[in-house]
Nanobody
Framework: QVLLAESGGGLVQAGGSLRLSCAAS????????MGWFRQAPGKEREFVAG????????YYGDSVKGRFTISRDSAKNTVYLEMNSLKPEDSAVYYC????????????????????WGQGTQVTVSS
């Protein structure tokens, strides 16, 4: 079982910045990618950003392109999400995800391979 420990959420004013971290431990499968999803109350889960572990290729959801940056420290098995120019609509619980395959990483509902989620961290952006 892969354990994911998230940190860095909080309350920030619109236009501000936050940095989230997700540290993985206890590897039980080969990582395809690590990244972030978010879910706001009453809304569907949304892909935010991801990084493919083999080559560092980056992926972003349309709503965060140009404002959010995902990065990693491979030695620490940790990914970071730098969030700038935050908007109230970015408010959500942010969840870290890792999978061993591409289909499940971009659509976690797919019953394929293995996946692990973090416990979630709340990000609240006030207007």
């Amino acid at each position: 079982q892969v354990l994911l420990a998230e940190s860095g959420g909080g309350l920030v004013q619109a236009g501000g910045s936050l940095r989230l971290s997700c540290a993985a431990s206890g590897y039980a499968f080969r990582t395809y990618a690590m990244g972030w999803f978010r879910q706001a109350p009453g809304k569907e889960r949304e892909f935010v950003a991801g990084i493919r572990w083999s080559d560092g290729n980056l992926y972003y959801g349309d709503s965060v392109k140009g404002r959010f940056t995902i990065s990693r420290d491979s030695a620490k098995n940790t990914v970071y999400l730098e969030m700038n120019s935050l908007k109230p609509e970015d408010s959500a619980v942010y969840y870290c995800l890792t999978t061993d395959n591409e289909p499940r990483f971009f659509d976690p509902s797919q019953p394929v391979g293995s996946a692990s989620w973090g416990q979630g961290t709340q990000v609240t952006v006030s207007s």
